[in-house]
């Protein structure tokens, strides 16, 4: 069963963040995830292991975790990254962006790359949902998640589906 999302100011565990609705899903669906399989440690430790592989997820990582930057960054990424490191933290050796939800747990657990394109899927896909348009998914998919760019990923999703859906009927 999904986990209830704590009270503001709580801290989410990592069981309710990793196996929430969405995820649940792609497990009852079949799907292998391998950031999902075997205990809450074991997907603690996958999950971590793919942020560290994120050029997006790492740069931050590193910077909170060492105080360092990647060496490929240059001087402006550099700033960037120094200036947006108070809106993440780190718990439990994951990366979370902090955030103002009025609903949810306040932090949004950083997506690597290799999962977007599932979460995405898997949030379009749920029974429950019943084929949400962009912005619904975006709503859904933010109150545990978080990664740049997100609604130009899911408004990719729904374009293309759209294409297809009307290519099958049509």
């Not at 950031?35 to 809450?40: D, P, R």
């Not at 603690?44 to 060496?71: D, S, V």
């Not at 709503?139 to 997100?150: A, D, G, I």
Request: glycine content about 8%; proline content about 6%.
């Amino acid at each position: 069963a999904p986990s209830t999302p704590p009270n503001k100011g709580e801290l989410p565990d990592v069981e309710s963040v990793l196996l929430d609705t969405d995820l649940t899903g792609v497990l009852a669906q079949g799907a292998r995830i391998t950031a999902l399989g075997g205990t809450t440690a074991d997907r603690r430790e996958e999950y971590a292991r793919a942020q560290e592989h994120c050029q997006w997820c790492h740069r931050r990582r590193k910077y909170l975790k060492q105080g360092q930057h990647p060496a490929q960054d240059d001087r402006a990424q550099q700033v960037r990254t120094e200036r947006e490191a108070g809106d993440y933290t780190m718990m439990d050796g994951l990366l979370y962006r902090k955030n103002q939800q009025s609903q949810g747990p306040g932090l949004q657990l950083c997506t690597p790359d290799t999962l977007r394109d599932k979460l995405i899927r898997m949030c379009h896909r749920s029974p429950t949902a019943v084929h949400p348009n962009a912005r619904q998914m975006v709503v859904l998919l933010s109150r545990r998640h978080y990664w740049p760019q997100m609604s130009i990923g899911c408004e990719t999703h729904s374009y293309v589906f759209v294409l297809w859906h009307f290519r099958i009927i049509g």
